[in-house]
């Protein structure tokens, strides 16, 4: 958890989801519920995404983590490589949950699959503050 006194929060989601409105409000009446001073987000498409927009909107300062997809000599990691023939670190993305729930007080969950899955197991190890939007499962 972060060692400031500013609340750190993320948002995270399936890459898939589309009515950002219903999420967006969703995510700012925590934020303003919970005083949110800054904001963390993994910088992927969807969950992530509606998170940073919902933010940018309450102008809240914002740590960009993104996934470091071709650091191929951090530990741990697995290579594999994509379509085009570009090999990548498959563990980039939990990699970057870890560091994300290991610095935030709360964390809202939207649907998602499993990338938002080890979010929220990371969360819970980390004794991190969590929301659910009601279609979360």
Known sequence: MNEASVICATVAGGRDLLDKSKYTSFITGI???EHVGLHYCGMASG???IGLKAAVGMNLPIEKCPADWGNLSVEPCIVKTNSYGRQYNALA???RNEY????INICVLLPGGKGTKDMEDRCIKHHVKIYKYKEYK
């Open 31 to 33: 934020y303003q519920e």
């Open 47 to 49: 969950g992530d995404t």
């Open 93 to 95: 993305g939990f990699i």
């Open 100 to 103: 994300m729930a290991s610095h």
